[in-house]
């Protein structure tokens, strides 16, 4: 099946930071990969869709500028959390769609102190 | 309304057990359906897609009725390793998913 990369696994920083993190599909190219926030015993909440070569678009409530989503490559889709607060620890999953089917990258973690 | 509702759950069955989950959407356009699996902390796994025939993966079994806007999931002898939240997932304009089904399989 389609693999889907993300770095990096697990993060901790202090709360003002910036965290960056990373998707890539790996053996396809993605056009639309998509990000996700689950908190615990949560489902999971799409935060914005990603395009290649265009803006995100994001969910009602999502901050686009504390967000920030660059899509720049076929396989590479990076999320930016900007000067992360403690309400912000969460498991952040992206995934890229593949024909119809969606694979999820295995998520970073996210603790914010 | 939400636009995909599964069973609330959880299932706590023996092993050896049948168990079925079910989903319901309401996007009628709605053009591929989808059953993920996700394990505690772990990122949602594609199990199957589903088929307006019905389609049979070893243990699994989906079912779509697109009249009445349902899709089904069964398992048969459950195992230990089923353990998990199985999520209902709709695509069309946007996939979405449902809140997630939690089993746990009893020795």
Known sequence: GAVVSQHPSRVICKSGTSVKIECRSLDFQATTMFWYRQFPKQSLMLMATSNEGSKATYEQGVEKDKFLINHASLTLSTLTVTSAHPEDSSFYICSARLAVTQYFGPGTRLLVL | ?107
């Open chain 2, 1 to 107: 309304r939400k636009e995909v509702e599964q069973d609330p759950g959880p299932f706590n069955v023996p092993e050896g057990a049948t168990v079925a989950f079910n989903c319901t959407y309401s996007n009628s356009a709605s053009q591929s359906f989808f059953w993920y699996r996700q394990d505690c902390r772990k990122e949602p796994k594609l199990l199957m897609s589903v088929y307006s025939s019905g389609n049979e993966d070893g243990r699994f079994t989906a079912q779509l009725n697109r009249a009445s806007q349902y899709i089904s999931l069964l398992i048969r002898d459950s195992k230990l390793s089923d353990s998990a939240t199985y999520l209902c997932v709709v695509g069309g304009f946007k996939t979405i998913f449902g809140a997630g089904t939690r089993l746990f399989v009893k020795a």
